[in-house]
């Protein structure tokens, strides 16, 4: 079945460790997106990548990384967690340039102690 | 700054009609979204509004005033199924996506 997948699903991490959450779609989307949702603030854009080989900067990018190899991978990295930074993650994806659907994942919930 | 309101929470009753206003003050302005998304859930894509006027899409219809910028999602035929967050998102004018914090519907029997 075609989409994006995430893993892990959920995550307990100790503060000040690095992690990477995988992002992973077979739609041939050009762009994809990783947000953040927390209670009362809705999805915020972390970074994104417009197609392989680029990525930018969203409203809340810092303590954050992302690469993008290739057009079906787009991983997200903590290079140092924080308890801010305890959510749950959304990747997503959509075609670029034109005002079209995003397909998201099925979310990784992070708890950082 | 750019800026998404709907209201946090609703309810209504199975068999009923509901409607989930969007306010938006944004930079540029390339459509808007609505998706649902289930407790614990990816949102899921609902409809989308680039032109003035009413899209209808079965039970659930959208309607949009860009000259005010406003919105709404209407619901008919309400459904237990239809217990949801609807998240309300405008594309600016660099083709991102700007949220609205989402509102909770509650149905009851």
């Known amino acids: 079945i075609a989409g994006i997948t995430q893993a892990p699903t959920s995550q307990i991490l100790a503060a000040g460790r690095r992690m990477t959450l995988r992002c992973t779609q077979d739609m041939r989307h050009n762009a994809m997106y990783w947000y953040r949702q927390d209670l009362g603030l809705g999805l915020r854009l972390i970074h994104y990548?417009?197609?392989?080989?680029?990525?930018g900067k969203g409203e809340v990018p810092d303590g954050y990384s992302v690469s993008r190899a290739n057009t079906d991978d787009f991983p997200l990295t903590l290079a140092s967690a924080v308890p801010s930074q305890t959510s749950v993650y959304f990747c997503?994806?959509?075609?670029?340039?034109?005002?079209?659907?995003?397909?998201f994942g099925q979310g990784t919930r992070l708890t950082v102690v | 700054g750019q800026n998404i309101d709907q209201p946090t929470e609703m309810t209504a009753t199975e068999g009923a009609i509901v409607q989930i206003n969007c306010t938006y003050q944004?930079?540029?302005?390339?459509?808007l979204f609505w998706y649902q998304q289930h407790a614990g859930e990816a949102p899921t894509f609902l409809s989308y509004n680039v032109l003035d006027g009413l899209e209808e899409k079965g039970r659930f219809s959208s309607f949009l005033s860009r000259s005010k910028g406003y919105s709404y999602l209407l619901l008919k035929e309400l459904q237990m199924k239809d217990s949801a967050s609807y998240l309300c998102?405008?594309?600016?004018?660099?083709?991102?996506?700007?949220w609205g914090a989402g509102t909770k519907l509650i149905i009851k029997p």
């Open positions: 944004t930079s540029g302005f390339n459509g």
């Open positions: 998102a405008v594309m600016d004018s660099n083709y991102q996506l700007i």
């Open positions: 997503a994806s959509s075609e670029t340039g034109s005002p079209t659907e995003a397909f």
């Open positions: 990548s417009n197609t392989a080989g680029t990525t």
